[in-house]
Structures are given as C-alpha cells and as structure tokens.
Nanobody, 122 residues
Framework: QVQLVESGGGLVQAGGSLRLSCAAS???????MAWFRQAPGKERESVAV????????IYADSVKGRFTISRDNAKNTVYLQMNSLKPEDTAVYYC????????????????WGQGTQVTVSS
C-alpha cells in the first residue's frame, strides 16, 4: 500500500493543456498505475492505464490522441499530459496504484490519492 498525492490541476480554457502529477510515498515500480476522473453527478471512470515498466498503455476512447500517461519509477511519479482540453474533461482526477491481469485488464488497487480538480472553460 502506497500513499498517493495528485497535483497539477487548475482552470484552463478549451484547447489548453495541463500536466497532472501523482507522487507516491514509496516505490510503486511493481504496480500498474491508472488515472481516473469523476465529474459531478457522474460515475468515476478510467482515463488511462500504464503497466509497471511503461511499455504498455491503455486509454479511454474519449481521450485517445489527446492525453498521454507516463511514469518515472526512479522518481516514484506518474504523469498525465492533457492536451486539447475540452469542457467535457472537467472533473476531479485521481490516480490509483493497482495491477494488471494476464489479459491486461486493470485491477483497481487500494491506494488512491485525494484528487486534483481540472476545470476547462469554454
């Protein structure tokens, strides 16, 4: 179990960019990592997943081509580069330390950050 802290959220205009960071209290190199988001009145949804080495990534259809997940295990940090932001991207963004099944399905882990607010204005 690791402690996670998200940062980098803020208010941006549509078409702008943000880079979110998720810092871990200890090494998470053995974990797959994921970014989730939750908008008011909506269910929390997976945005992007990255395996332990960073060699494999999975994205939600809604963000493909715009968002990029990456990780730096030496710094115990995972990132989400968000480009071409849309008002529909407005949500609280959370990172999660979990695992990957052999079929590459992400398994949610017990480690969550407190979230960082992303607001995209039109």
């Amino acid at each position: 179990q690791v402690q996670l802290v998200e940062s980098g959220g803020g208010l941006v205009q549509a078409g702008g960019s943000l880079r979110l960071s998720c810092a871990a209290s200890r090494s998470f190199s053995a974990y797959a990592m994921a970014w989730f988001r939750q908008a008011p009145g909506k269910e929390r949804e997976s945005v992007a997943v990255i395996n332990w080495s960073g060699s494999s990534t999975i994205y939600a259809d809604s963000v493909k081509g715009r968002f990029t997940i990456s990780r730096d295990n030496a710094k115990n940090t995972v990132y989400l580069q968000m480009n071409s932001l849309k008002p529909e991207d407005t949500a609280v963004y959370y990172c999660n330390a979990g695992g990957l099944a052999r079929n590459s399905d992400y398994r949610i882990g017990g480690s969550w950050g407190q979230g960082t607010q992303v607001t995209v204005s039109s």
